[in-house]
Nanobody, 127 residues
Framework: QVQLVESGGGLVQAGGSLRLSCAASGRTFTNYAMGWFRQAPGKEREFVAAITWSAVRTYYAYYADSVKGRFTISRDNAKNTVYLQMNSLKPEDTAIYYC?????????????????WGQGTQVTVSS
């Protein structure tokens, strides 16, 4: 079992930045690829970013086209934490952001691929 707790959400003006954190506990954090998803009201949960399993020592990151160049995913295995740095935020980035863990090397882009989920953190971007 892996427990995930997100933090760092809030209200920000368009063009601003936020950094989300996801603290993991339970099973060995390094054995899991990690992902960030988001869900806006009335919409399906969508992929935002993911980072590979750390056993390979070289990490690879993947991004949705809508956030590429603005968001950066990273992980700190010493702290069992994954981050999502969000810059140049837009009103359309408003959503609940979820952290997820998948026991695999290369993470998927579909929510059903992931084994564990956090409770989510609200991000609101005002225009």
């Amino acid at each position: 079992q892996v427990q995930l707790v997100e933090s760092g959400g809030g209200l920000v003006q368009a063009g601003g930045s936020l950094r989300l954190s996801c603290a993991a506990s339970g099973r060995t954090f390094t054995n899991y690829a990690m992902g960030w998803f988001r869900q806006a009201p009335g919409k399906e949960r969508e992929f935002v970013a993911a980072i590979t399993w750390s056993a390979v020592r070289t990490y690879y990151a993947y991004y949705a086209d809508s956030v590429k160049g603005r968001f950066t995913i990273s992980r700190d295995n010493a702290k069992n934490t994954v981050y999502l740095q969000m810059n140049s935020l837009k009103p359309e980035d408003t959503a609940i952001y979820y952290c997820a863990a998948e026991r695999t090397v290369v993470p998927g882009r579909e929510p059903k691929s992931y084994d564990y989920w956090g409770q989510g953190t609200q991000v609101t971007v005002s225009s």
